[in-house]
């Protein structure tokens, strides 16, 4: 077993300050019990964040910061490439932006909660306009849609977590052949603004649909590297981490320190195979369960770091 906590020491100013605070005894004794991995060293300002690198790690997808094929994987997965082939694959993701006076804000499209009726509504509205400029739109989730062109081949983009809940002017692609997505990013805002899907929304008090995000971009290696062991991802933090809401966050670790923390601690004791992934925006540490000498384990429970020595490195 493999977990990976994502947004484990988010950058926000508020759960950084409730780091000090955190009482987390399971944590605290997994730490004394597992052996930390050589750390994986991230950054905020990358396109690609740590804990989607590692996600695409363990599933073999290599790629460039911007450029890691999660789109292309799908559209494999859907049998689209041996129409399209692999290369000019992108995941479309409708969503809302906030105007206001110094930046626009997109929420977090997770919450809008697109129905499937609505979804698919909105890709046969937008299906043309795409078409226009070269670009094919596939149904994938409630959420997001696949998208083949050429204007995305080798074209890095912002994962969705830097931009939900967040400015997205410091994350916009500017790239030459990124030109036409911003035309087509106007038409659609005032196609999006009378539709019939956006005024029920409204009348149900629901935030609308007035953009859409690209990401995803990146071709797949006619390689992929052999994975191991799949990685579980534990993303409870998530919500809170993006709001800076550190009474959620702290909250979300305390939940997760008495159940997936708990559980995992009665599978180190059985001495079955663990491996427990915390992952920040600058660093993701792995610790693992090792056999040590007898003495070895007892200087460790005196000289480990407290879970929030270690949260404060991430």
Request: glycine share 6%.
């Amino acid at each position: 077993m493999h977990l990976l906590i994502s947004h484990a020491a988010p950058t926000g100013l508020q759960c950084q300050a409730a780091i000090a605070g955190l009482a987390l005894p399971h944590l605290s004794e997994l730490l004394g019990l597992l052996t930390p991995t050589a750390p994986l060293l991230g950054s905020p300002d990358t396109l690609t964040p740590l804990a989607e690198r590692l996600r695409a790690n363990n599933l073999g997808l290599q790629g460039a910061d911007g450029l890691v094929p999660w789109a292309a994987t799908d559209a494999q997965h859907l049998g689209l490439t041996k129409v399209h082939g692999d290369a000019g694959w992108a995941w479309i993701t409708p969503c809302h932006l906030n105007v206001k006076s110094n930046q626009v804000q997109m929420d977090d499209p997770q919450d809008l909660k697109i129905s499937t009726a609505d979804c698919e509504s909105l890709r046969a509205a937008m299906k043309r306009y795409f078409e226009q400029d070269g670009i094919t739109l596939h149904p994938l989730t409630n959420g997001t849609w696949l998208a083949f062109g050429a204007m995305f081949k080798d074209l890095p983009t912002a994962s969705l977590e830097r931009v939900a809940g967040a400015s997205i002017d410091a994350w916009l692609p500017r790239q030459e052949n990124a030109r036409l997505l911003r035309r087509l990013q106007n038409e659609m805002q005032m196609l999006l603004y009378t539709h019939a899907v956006n005024d029920a929304r409204s009348a149900r008090g629901l935030p609308t649909v007035n953009a859409f995000w690209v990401s995803g971009t990146g071709t797949p290696a006619t390689s992929p590297l052999i994975t191991t062991e799949r990685l579980e991802n534990v993303d409870a933090l998530r919500h809170a981490a993006l709001c800076d809401d550190a009474h959620d966050w702290t909250r979300a670790w305390q939940i997760l320190d008495s159940t997936v923390l708990a559980d995992l601690l009665v599978r180190v004791k059985a001495g079955k195979s663990v491996q427990l992934t915390l992952c920040g925006e600058r660093m993701a540490v792995t610790l693992e369960l090792k056999e040590r000498p007898w003495w070895e384990r007892i200087q460790r429970r005196f000289s480990t770091a407290s879970p929030q020595q270690l949260l404060q490195t991430l």
